[in-house]
């Protein structure tokens, strides 16, 4: 007996429906990205390891998934390393590429390799898909798309402006209610040097960033185990669990961290951020969270968060300032910055609260019934006017039983279905059902495409 056919876990096929789902969320991001000046580019699924290992921290290259050379890949092996179980050990020998993790290390390795090329700031969108070897669990999957947006080459902080007004944008027109988060790795790093912990930086905002997953508790105690003292946990316990509005929070923050440098500087940065956001019309203010940390190693100013209102899926949008991504490549001191939408999670909350519009139910607007040949011939001048009025369209491919014609738009979710018999074809007017409530009406061709235009 054949073997089932399967997929690997964390991916997924996607229906017809879902598919122009999907693609109302893309269109709409895209939309939004444009209007702001932003342009296209695509980078290959698969970079080079060297490309992106060390980029997003211990745990961002052990959910690489790296590809294994063409070939007979084993003979590269050292023999003194061939009975070794440390994979670490003999992975640079057998793997020279991996799949993208991100959209935005390909990028800065886009921006460095094409720099001749592109004018600065560069202003570019890309929505590609991505892979992690995560565990699958709800909103979070092996393969997934990203929509990312990001400018390079400025260091005006109007950039992180501009992406929270992008922000407010897309999940305006897509109608999902959102708070976004900001903070800025300026004020964590000052946050270090307060309590004295600058060596431990990268620790102190890993375990901050899983401060929601874990709770404070865990956090302090996974900061303990890495040999914070106590009097260290104390402070960071204070800071964490401070409450109040923005300008509370960043007075707190000023007097806390005013003598530290990179603390302070970080806390003008957040202020700056927050007297733009106050002279343009945003839906919701942003709000500055002191326990936003953001894992990834290469932020090192301004981070942003969204998550949707009322919906159990954590983030749906996020990213920062980079200062030197490019660096690693060869360009230095090229300040970048951008956010990632993650259409995936936008479409599981968008799903749920079942906010996707009507016309993403079907690309079919109007189907013809096929009676047989002689209203065949009849119809096909006429369905061909409906396609160049706009209106998707379609005429049944052959001269099936009426039910079966039927289930076939009811199952497409088409709205309108027309029947032209020899009545119809004697008389010049077409019988239109509408499909939702039933209704069937007569009317010539004029009338007939105004219903289903509107």
């Known amino acids: 007996m ?45 970079e080079n390891l060297s490309t992106l290992m060390g980029k997003y921290g211990e745990e961002g290259d052990r959910l690489l998934f790296k590809i294994l050379n063409s070939g007979d890949f084993v003979a590269k092996i050292p ?22 993790y991100d959209l935005t290390v390909p990028f800065a390795r886009y921006v460095v390799q094409h720099r001749n090329e592109i004018s600065f700031p560069f202003k570019r969108y890309q ?77 102190l905002t890993v375990a901050i960033d899983k401060l929601d997953k874990i709770g404070i508790d865990k956090v302090l105690e996974e900061l303990r185990n890495n040999g914070f003292s106590e009097k260290a ?33 970080g806390i003008e940065e957040i202020k700056t951020v927050l007297v733009y956001a106050k002279s343009v019309n945003l839906s919701y203010e942003p709000e500055f969270d002191l326990t936003l940390a953001r894992g990834l190693n290469y932020y090192t100013g301004a981070i942003i968060e969204v998550i949707a209102r009322d919906a159990d899926m954590g983030s749906i949008c996020g990213g ?16 970048g910055v951008g956010i990632s939408f993650g259409a995936d999670r936008i479409y599981d909350v968008m799903l749920e609260k079942n906010l996707f519009p009507e016309e993403t139910q079907s690309g079919t607007q109007v189907l013809f019934v096929n009676f047989g040949e002689k209203e065949e011939k009849y119809c096909l001048p006429i369905v061909e006017k409906m396609r160049k009025a706009g209106i998707s ?23 309108f279905v027309i029947l032209v ?34």
């Open 2 to 46: 054949a073997q089932k056919p399967s997929i690997p876990k964390g991916t997924r096929d996607f229906s017809p429906m879902e598919m122009m789902r999907r693609n109302y969320i893309f269109s709409t991001i895209k939309s939004v990205f444009q209007l702001y000046g932003y342009l296209p580019i695509e980078t290959p699924a698969m």
């Open 79 to 100: 023999e003194e390393k061939r009975n070794q179980l440390e994979s670490k050990q003999i992975v640079r020998h057998i793997s020279e590429k991996g799949l993208r």
């Open 127 to 203: 929505i590609q898909p991505v892979w992690r070897a995560d565990r699958p669990q709800k909103g979070r999957y092996r393969e997934f798309f990203q929509c990312d947006v990001d400018v390079i080459g400025n260091k005006s902080l109007l950039s992180e402006l501009e992406l929270i007004q992008i922000i407010d944008d897309v999940f305006g027109k897509l109608e999902i209610p959102t708070l976004t988060k900001i903070n800025n790795r300026k004020v964590l790093y000052g946050i270090a040097e307060y309590i004295g912990e600058t060596e431990k930086f990268i620790n």
């Open 233 to 265: 946990l104390d402070s960071v316990c204070e800071i964490l669990e401070f409450n109040g509005n923005n300008e509370e929070k960043t007075n707190f923050l000023s007097d806390l961290l005013g003598n530290t440098e990179t603390g302070k500087k």
């Open 320 to 335: 920062g300032r980079y200062d030197d991504l490019t660096g690693i490549f060869g360009l230095p001191d090229v300040s």
């Open 393 to 415: 369209t379609e005429l049944f491919p052959g001269a099936a039983k009426m039910k079966k014609q039927m289930t076939y738009a009811n199952n497409k979710n088409i709205p």
């Open 421 to 454: 018999g020899g009545n119809e074809m004697e008389n010049g007017f077409f019988t239109i059902k509408n499909m939702l409530t039933g209704e069937q009406q007569q009317m010539n061709f004029d009338k007939m495409l105004k219903l289903v235009v509107s």
